[in-house]
């Protein structure tokens, strides 16, 4: 089974100014190392803690979006990143009604980010 009939769902970290950014344009485009890259940055759900402690340590303001990884098509790719695991990466747009599910990232007394119930 590929990894992309595995995970229904995809997760993307930005921070709240980047979301309400893409809100007025009704896509997102891409963070500065996604438009440096050449693709849009996801993770899966077993990827997303490691994502926020490597990436936004301790940074507040962020919000996590659900993708449904089904609707974004042949445009989003699996691609061996970090470790050798297999990443999703988006080459184009993501267009926001894919989005299924927004949750704020707060921290915990340890500066951590705490995971929405059902992201692994």
Known sequence: M?????AKKIYKILADAAYDAAKSEGRFFGT???LRD??????????????LAKHYPGE??????????DRLGPA??????RGGDLFPHLYGPLDLDT???EAPLALDD???HILPEGVA
């Not at 050449?38 to 994502?51: D, K």
């Not at 989003?76 to 990143?81: A, G, P, Q, T, V």
């Open 2 to 6: 590929t990894p992309h009939a595995m």
């Open 32 to 34: 500065a190392d996604d």
């Open 38 to 51: 050449g693709f849009i940055h996801f993770s899966a759900g077993h990827q997303v803690a490691e994502t």
């Open 60 to 69: 507040e303001e962020l919000v996590l979006l659900a993708v449904d990884a």
């Open 76 to 81: 989003l790719k699996w691609e061996e990143s």
């Open 99 to 101: 989005i299924v599910a």
């Open 110 to 112: 340890d500066n951590r």
